[in-house]
């Protein structure tokens, strides 16, 4: 796909950035788990689609970058898992969607309060 091609379809992906070679994008999590969480959910849409996402994760900033290795370029492939990633990452529901998903995300891993325990 050409420099010009990936340019228009990064108009169609605000959070992405990049060229013919590669795009990625970042987000930052309320919390280490919630971010790994995230990279289990986009590791499961990664599988199914066959195309994989390099993944660096710092902290609770995870960084994607798309590119098809067997190409040595961006393909229709990455455009795709870029629009899963969104979706993933529940970005059609706005930013503050967002932050009430990952914060969901973070209590359904709590252990429930036992009864009795104090407080
Ligand atoms: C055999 C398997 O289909 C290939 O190795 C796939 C797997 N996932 C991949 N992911 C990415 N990003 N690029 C590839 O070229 C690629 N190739």
Excluded: C, K, N
């Amino acid at each position: 796909m050409g420099a010009a091609e990936v340019a228009a379809a990064l108009a169609g992906l605000p959070a992405w950035q990049g060229d013919e070679h590669g795009i990625s994008r970042s987000r930052r999590f309320p919390s280490m788990l919630a971010a790994a969480e995230a990279v289990v959910e986009i590791a499961a849409e990664a599988d199914e689609m066959d195309h994989h996402p390099d993944v660096d994760l710092r902290y609770r900033t995870m960084h994607v970058g798309l590119t098809t290795h067997d190409v040595g370029g961006v393909t229709e492939l990455d455009l795709r898992l870029a629009r899963e990633i969104d979706r993933v990452l529940g970005e059609d529901q706005g930013p503050r969607a967002l932050d009430r998903t990952d914060e969901q995300r973070t209590r359904a891993r709590r252990p429930p309060a036992q009864p009795g325990s104090g407080a």
